[in-house]
């Protein structure tokens, strides 16, 4: 009986010859990322169980993307505990003010996370990676002290339910949008405990960026992971960036699966998820007349180089809506640089956007973008739950950069045929 | 262990933010945490419930980020234990990481009215409605998620070994 690339992954770094889902296993942990909201309770935690030195201070990033620039004195504080852990313990993955960007964009794009590792984040988003064909996945801060302490952490082998996608994606339909809809399809928990593995046609010719949003909306279906086997995509991405061997995994032929959806790619159009659940999508076509006082273009799920360039391409010799304040993050400097460079921070400012430094801020309604009572927001992040960006009677609506970028410019929920 | 407390009934998908919303996590400290735990599913909710209480929720409870100030927020409000039809992943790792007694029963959310006391006996695995002759089995717990929450968490378990 074969297995999985999740179960594969898995079983390397447990040392086993042999594995099977629903096993408890201890692995070897590759990669373990913790924020300055998540650090702070694992350095607590680290310290009080008599932590002396961390396992390996190559495998330890500690990104201060959330509450930054620190927006008061209490998350000052968590991010001085965070620098101060930084440097006694010399961490060579530390990332703060002009160097940070937002963790799940950072990682992939520094080549700190590669195909085959095994990544553990206290951040739920940490299933990003397994759009690079690395096992990764969210864990709590109490998981993050354990492998800061000894370099491993037990898991659950997940079963496996794999999407085969097929058909060519029309015009304005992204990766997002794919992952949108199949959490539509599935709901919120319809992968609870299990891993999620995106193949067929579809998917080969898949560009990393949008590969980068599905795996990051694993967690939004409660999967312990999203994976794609890696290729010459990834072979692409990845070479440039790797300091360190890396290596590709492939699900055997006869691997076991608790279930296979087959999803026509050809038939979707523009997805949006209504509030106040990431799986309340609708198509564009029956969104019907949202009007709109915010849109938010950013975040670990869409603020890349390539989500900025489709978003400056409709909003070219355009402005935003009056009464809409648009805002766009790029999600690291290195992309800030790229879009400063191509022009697209020009398009931006001419289109009456409000540019933030790479932050957080916005999608987790920490700060820079918060919404009052009754106001509605669209956005390229991955949540809309009740007071995510703001109020408790505030709206989120969650989208491609496309639908984002047009909806600002038409100021209620567009698809971008409509300008 | 025995738990007998009130219920709080709370529906599907209650996710980390109704439990302690972002705003609040510019502190880990759990008494600031506490204050306001359950904020956006009930405001009310810190005012109304005592000190021993279980929550009782419905599929996937604590479900989006990976915050243990979630769980941590409800242990220091006082809250014993959380029973729920399921739990998403990783409220579940950070619940027994940390010592939070939950249980997953499929029945007792749709039989109970919030209110009602019950009794946990988490060894006999079985749970008993107060004036009732009501009683519904809990999933048991694997054994080494047992030995977690008997040595008092995840950091103790290593230090134990
Ligand atoms: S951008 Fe949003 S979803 Fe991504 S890590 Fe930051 S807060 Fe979490």
Not at chain 1, 67 to 93: L, M, W, Y
Not at chain 1, 146 to 168: C, D, H, Q, R
Not at chain 2, 72 to 81: R, V
Request: glycine residues 10%; negative net charge.
């Amino acid at each position: 009986m074969g297995n999985t690339i999740t179960e594969k992954i898995l079983m390397a770094h447990a040392g086993l010859s042999e594995i099977s889902a629903g096993q408890l296993i201890n692995a070897r942990v590759d990669i373990a990322l913790g924020n300055d909201i998540t650090a702070p309770i694992a350095i607590r935690e680290f310290r009080a169980a008599g932590g002396q030195k961390v396992f390996d201070r190559d495998k330890v990033a500690l990104v201060l993307d959330h509450f930054t620039p620190n927006k008061d004195i209490s998350s000052a504080q968590q991010c001085k505990t965070v620098r101060e852990f930084a440097a006694e313990h010399g961490i060579t993955h530390f990332y703060e003010g002009g160097q940070v960007g937002v963790e799940h964009a950072l990682l992939p794009e520094q080549g700190i996370v590669l195909p085959g590792d095994l990544v553990i984040g206290a951040d739920s988003h940490t299933c990003t990676y397994g759009a690079l064909g690395a096992f990764a996945t969210g864990v709590g801060s109490t998981d993050l002290a354990a492998a800061m302490l000894t370099g491993e952490l037990w898991f659950k082998v997940p079963s496996s339910i794999k999407f085969v996608v097929y058909g060519k994606m029309p015009k304005w339909v992204s990766g997002k949008d794919l992952i949108l809809n199949i959490i539509g399809r599935i709901g919120v928990d319809g992968a609870l405990y299990q891993a999620m593995e995106f193949t067929g046609e579809t998917i080969l010719n898949l560009p990393m960026a949008d590969r980068l949003s599905m795996a990051n909306m694993a967690i939004e279906a409660g999967a312990k992971n999203g994976i794609f086997a890696p290729d010459a995509i990834t072979e692409e991405y990845v070479k440039p960036r790797a300091r360190r061997p890396y290596k590709f995994y492939a699900s055997d032929a006869d691997a076991v699966y608790s279930q296979v959806i087959e999803i026509d790619a050809g038939k979707l159009e523009p997805q949006v998820a209504f509030p106040h659940l990431p799986s309340n999508v609708k198509g564009i076509s029956q969104a019907g007349n949202v009007k709109i006082d915010q849109s938010l273009i950013g975040s670990c799920t869409n603020g890349r180089i390539e989500d900025l360039r489709i978003a400056a391409g409709i909003l070219k010799n355009r402005k935003a809506s009056s009464g809409v304040r648009l805002i766009v993050v790029p999600a690291t400097p290195f992309i800030y640089r790229q879009a400063l460079q191509e022009g697209l921070l020009e398009i931006f400012l001419n289109a009456d956007a409000v540019i933030s430094p790479p932050s957080c801020g916005a999608c987790l309604g920490g700060h820079l973008g918060i919404l009052a009572e009754g106001e509605r927001s669209i956005a390229t992040t991955n949540r809309n739950f009740v007071g995510r960006m703001g109020h408790p009677k505030s709206e989120v609506y969650l989208a491609s950069p496309a639908v984002a970028a047009a909806s600002a410019v038409l100021g209620r929920i567009a698809s971008p045929e409509e300008l | 262990m025995i738990f007998t407390g009130k219920v709080w009934k709370f529906g599907d998908n209650i996710d980390t933010d109704a439990i302690i919303p972002a705003r609040y996590l510019n502190t880990s400290d759990p008494v600031q945490l506490a204050a306001h735990c359950m904020e956006d599913a009930d405001p009310d909710f810190v005012k109304k419930m005592k000190s021993g209480d279980i929550i009782l929720g419905g599929e996937n409870f604590g479900c989006g980020s990976s915050r243990e100030h979630a769980p941590i927020a409800i242990k220091a409000s006082g809250i014993s234990c959380v029973v729920a039809k399921s739990f998403a992943r990783i409220f579940y790792r950070n619940a027994f990481n940390m010592g939070l007694p939950i249980f997953e029963s499929k029945e007792l959310a749709d039989a109970i009215a919030e209110g009602k006391e019950i009794t946990i006996d988490s060894t006999r695995g079985i749970i008993t409605v107060e004036g009732s002759d009501q009683q519904f089995a809990i999933s048991p717990i694997p054994p080494f998620m047992e030995q977690l929450i008997a040595d008092g968490g995840l950091m103790k378990h290593i230090a134990k070994k």
